[in-house]
């Protein structure tokens, strides 16, 4: 069965290097392969939900994860947490029909184990196979795939304006938004495509009308849930300062301009311009209380400043998110509430769940934000992470200027979101 495996791999590999290979393209062919066909076990399988996973994990239970993805995959993207023990064994070593001594030496021993992979299909096969040999596992129910449709509302509790604030929460990306509401009307804040109908059952929960959908900047991580939302009777929000790079919808948009104001009831959200991440790059200042950064600046570091010109123009950009970030986000009263649109690894949440810190909190544990220009430039330049996957894709496609079906949307931005410079290096001890 390897052997077969192996010329599958081969003549797939040379299948779509006969065409201009695109990353976009190398991502679905290695994401889709454990679409083939997998025997159905012999054995009753037990599974597991990705959010009863998630549960168990934020309870702090010690979990073990058997990750069956390729290598590739799983070391750009995987399941982490305090307690969390995973292990990456790829699919095709449980393929033979007898699994090799040394494959089960790998295997936690005398624990029980979730198999997972990528959609669920390898990881039922390799659990099935594992619970004949008298293993204790179960499998993750639509593998990565399942985990990355898990979306938390969690309340903000420190927010002190008007309404009702709620952070959103996708732990398999870090993606943050923000949903206000108050006296019958709310917005949203960097929401997600995937998640378009997720705003609007929970605004009908609510008993509110979704009145705004506003984006910070042009996502490079994630496509974008505003013109979904716009298309569907809410007034989609773009800052107007992003255009330029080429948006074919602005017409179709409300352009909020530094100074501009939205309401939702008596809660006032006031748009900030604060380029560097981007050029378009725009902070929203909700009721005075928090200001939803989008990718200028997290809970555990500063935006990166290469994805819209590159290299070379990320020097400019660097000085640019400098002078945004002292003159227009730590001016503020240091008990403002900071909310970006992603956190990381690194960044711990507060007491009521959320990854939101105030000004003061920020300056007192992150040496970047009291540095000077100079020093500032030369360190958030020093060490980027990787690009975020697909994000040649993504990016254009959030500009308008292609189109992409839902199912292609979800694939391309899966991963982690590697917005921010260091991803958390730029604190202090």
């Not at 020093?382 to 496609?397: G, V």
Request: with cysteine; glycine share 8%.
């Amino acid at each position: 069965m390897k052997a077969v495996l192996a010329e599958w791999l081969y003549c797939g590999y040379w299948e779509i290097l006969a065409e201009p290979l695109s990353a976009r393209r190398l991502y679905e062919f290695v994401y889709n392969m454990d679409t083939m066909d997998f025997p159905t076990p012999d054995v009753a399988v037990d599974s597991v939900t990705p959010q009863s996973l998630k549960a168990r994990i934020d309870a702090g239970e010690d979990v073990t994860l058997l990750d069956t993805r390729m290598e590739s995959e799983y070391d750009v993207w995987q399941i982490t947490g305090d307690t969390v023990d995973s292990i990456n064994v790829p699919y095709f070593e449980f393929l033979d029909d007898e699994i090799d001594e040394d494959v089960l030496d790998r295997l936690p021993d005398g624990r029980d184990f979730t198999v997972l992979c990528a959609k669920g299909g390898a990881s039922e096969y390799v659990a099935g196979r594992l619970t004949e040999r008298g293993y204790d596992v179960d499998h993750l129910e639509e593998g990565m795939n399942g985990w990355a449709r898990i979306y938390e509302a969690v309340e903000v509790e420190r927010y002190d304006g008007a309404g009702t604030l709620l952070q959103y929460q996708r732990p398999s990306s870090g993606c943050l938004g923000y949903f206000v509401h108050h006296d019958g009307e709310a917005a949203v804040i960097d929401p997600l495509r995937a998640f378009a109908d997720r705003y609007l059952e929970d605004a009908e929960d609510l008993g509110v009308d979704l009145t705004y959908a506003i984006d910070t900047h042009i996502h490079a991580d994630h496509i974008s849930g505003v013109r979904t939302l716009d298309q569907r009777g809410v007034d989609g929000v773009i800052p107007e300062a992003a255009v330029d790079r080429g948006v074919t919808y602005a017409d179709e948009m409300t352009l909020a301009a530094d100074g501009d104001e939205f309401q939702v009831g008596d809660v006032t959200i006031e748009t900030v311009a604060t380029p560097g991440h981007t050029s378009g790059m725009t902070s929203y200042l909700i009721d005075e209380s928090l200001l939803a950064t989008g990718d200028g600046l997290f809970i555990e570091s500063v935006a990166r400043p290469d994805l819209e010109e590159g290299d070379d123009g990320a020097p400019e950009a660097a000085s640019q998110l400098y002078d945004s970030l002292q003159d227009r986000v730590l001016s503020l009263p240091d008990a403002t509430l900071i909310g970006g649109a992603h956190y990381s690894e690194a960044a711990e949440p507060a007491a009521d769940g959320t990854y939101t810190a105030t000004i003061g909190e920020l300056e007192a544990r992150m040496d970047a934000l009291s540095m000077e220009k100079d020093s500032f430039v030369e360190l958030i330049l020093s060490d980027m992470p990787p690009r975020p996957a697909n994000y040649e894709e993504i990016i254009p496609t959030n500009l308008g200027q292609q189109d992409v079906d839902d199912d292609e949307a979800f694939t391309l931005e899966l991963g982690p979101n590697n917005c921010a410079a260091s991803q958390g290096s730029l604190a202090g001890d």
